[in-house]
C-alpha cells in the first residue's frame, strides 16, 4: 500500500542519514583531539581509569623533582665526608711524622689546627637549600619522599626513603652530674693477657654520661695512673657497643698521653685491656661510673670531638694523637659510605620513577588515545556513506511524486 501521509521509505533513509551523521562527527571529533575517550560519555570505566593513572603521573612528577632534591642534598653530605676523610688523611701524616724525636712538633703542631680548622670549615658550609646532614645540629633523619604506593582497594600510601645525618662536627661533650650506679673494678688479669677493666650495664641514652674515673691504677705499678677522667657522652641512638667502643678508644688516648703501655679493646659487652709490658694486672683497679638512665645532664659531643684535644708538641701527645686519629678517619669512611649508599638508592629510585612515569604514560594512551590509521579510514567510509544515505532519502522523499500518476486523466 502507498501512502501520501507515511513515507517508509524516507524514515529508513532518515534514521540511517542520522547514524551515519552521528558516526562522523565522532570520528572527526578523535581525529581533532586524538582520543578515543575524550570524556566520560565515550567510555565511563575507561575514562575513570585514565584518571586515576594520569593523577598518579602528575604525582611521579612531583616525586621526581624531590628525589632530584634529596640526591644532591645527598651528595653535598657526602663531598663533605669525603674531603673530611682527605683532610685527615694529610694530619694523619702529620702526626706519623710528629712521632720522630729530630721534627718540630711546634710547627707540625701548627700545620694540624690549620687543617682542624679547615675541617669546621667543610663542616659548616655542607648545606644545600638550607639543611646540613652533617653539622651535628640535628640527629633526626631525613625523609625523602620516594614513590606513591597504591593497593588493590585504592589506597594510596607515600614511600620514602631516611638518610641518616652523620656528625662530623667537633663539639666538645661534657660530662653531667652522673649518680655513680655502678662503681665497679677490673677483674684479676694474667701477665700479659686479656680480662675485662669495665662492664657497662645500663642502657645508654641521649645525655647519658659514661665515665672512667682519674686516678684508675692500669697496672701494678702505682704511678700508672690515668691523669685525667674518661668521658663519653652517649648521643642519640647510641647502643651498648657504641658505648664500649667510643670509651676504649679514648683510654687508649689517654693511656697514650699518660705513657703508660696499655691497650683497651672491645671483647662482647666488655672493655679488655691487654698489658703490653707483660705487667699483672690486679683486682680493684679500674673504678667507672655511669648514669642510671634518668641523668641527661650530659652535653653530647661531635662525632670528631677528639680532634680538639690532639696535640703532638709531645711524644705522649703525638703518641696518642695516633690512636685518635685512626678513629676519626674511620668515622669519616663510615660516614662517606653511608651517604654513599643513600645517594645510590635514591638515583635508583629516581631512575625508577621517571621509567614508571613513561610506563604509565604509555598505558594511558593505550587506554584512550584515537587511533589515527583507523580513524582516517573510517572518516573516508563514512563521507562515502553520508552521501549514499543522503541520496537515498532523496529518492525516498520522491516516492510520493509517482501516485500523481495515478490521478492524470
Known amino acids: 500500500m502507498s501512502s501520501i ?52 603521573v602528575s604525582g611521579f612528577k612531583a616525586i621526581s623533582d624531590s628525589l632530584s632534591l634529596g640526591e644532591s642534598t645527598v651528595a653535598v653530605g657526602r663531598q663533605a665526608a669525603e674531603t673530611t676523610t682527605d683532610l685527615l688523611k694529610e694530619i694523619k701524616g702529620k702526626i706519623v711524622g710528629a712521632q720522630e724525636e729530630n721534627v718540630d712538633r711546634a710547627k707540625i703542631q701548627t ?39 597504591r593497593d588493590s582497594a585504592g589506597t594510596v600510601t607515600a614511600g620514602q626513603i631516611s638518610v641518616s645525618r652523620q656528625d662530623l662536627s667537633q663539639t666538645v661533650m661534657g660530662a653531667g652530674a652522673t649518680d655513680a650506679t655502678g662503681v665497679g673494678s677490673g677483674n684479676a688479669i694474667a701477665a700479659g693477657a686479656s680480662g675485662t677493666v669495665v662492664t657497662f650495664a645500663q642502657p645508654p641514652a641521649a645525655g647519658e654520661t659514661y665515665q672512667v674515673n682519674s686516678g684508675a691504677l692500669v697496672g701494678t705499678d702505682t704511678g700508672n ?23 676504649a678508644t679514648r683510654l687508649n ?5 699518660d705513657g703508660i703501655d696499655v691497650t ?9 685491656m691487654q698489658n703490653n709490658s707483660g705487667e699483672e694486672i690486679t683486682a680493684a683497679q679500674t673504678e667507672f661510673v655511669e648514669g642510671d638512665g634518668s641523668a641527661l645532664d650530659g652535653t653530647v659531643g661531635g ?16 703518641a696518642a694523637g695516633l690512636v685518635a686519629i685512626e678513629s676519626l678517619l674511620q668515622k669519616s669512611i663510615d660516614s662517606s659510605a653511608a651517604f654513599g649508599s643513600a645517594e645510590k638508592r635514591i638515583e635508583i629510585q629516581s631512575d625508577f620513577v621517571g621509567k614508571l612515569t613513561d610506563a604509565l604514560t604509555s598505558g594511558i594512551g593505550s587506554l584512550v588515545d584515537a587511533n589515527m590509521e583507523e580513524a582516517s579510514a573510517r572518516l573516508q567510509a563514512l563521507q562515502v556513506q553520508q552521501q549514499l544515505a543522503t541520496q537515498s532519502l532523496s529518492i525516498a522523499n520522491q516516492a510520493p511524486q509517482a501516485l500523481l500518476s495515478l490521478f492524470r486523466g
Open 225 to 247: 695512673a690515668l691523669s685525667a677522667d674518661v668521658v663519653y657522652v652517649a648521643s642519640e641512638g647510641d647502643t651498648l657497643a657504641d658505648v664500649n667502643k667510643e670509651m
Open 264 to 272: 683497651f679493646s672491645v671483647d662482647g659487652d666488655d672493655i679488655v
Open 253 to 257: 688516648v689517654q693511656a697514650a698521653k
Open 5 to 56: 501521509l507515511t513515507n517508509n521509505s524516507a524514515m529508513v533513509a532518515l534514521q540511517s542519514l542520522q547514524s551515519v551523521n552521528s558516526n562522523l562527527a565522532k570520528t572527526q571529533d578523535m581525529i581533532s583531539t586524538g582520543k578515543a575517550v575524550g570524556s566520560a560519555k565515550d567510555n565511563a570505566a575507561v575514562f575513570a581509569i585514565s584518571k586515576v593513572m594520569e593523577s598518579d
Open 303 to 318: 662525632k670528631m670531638d677528639l680532634l680538639a684535644g690532639i696535640d703532638v708538641s709531645t711524644k705522649e701527645g703525638a
Open 111 to 149: 700545620d694540624i689546627g690549620q687543617l682542624r680548622d679547615q675541617i669546621a670549615s667543610v663542616v659548616g658550609a655542607a648545606q644545600f637549600n638550607g639543611l646540613n646532614f652533617v653539622d651535628g645540629s640535628s640527629t633526626e633523619t631525613v625523609d625523602v619522599l620516594a614513590s606513591l604506593d
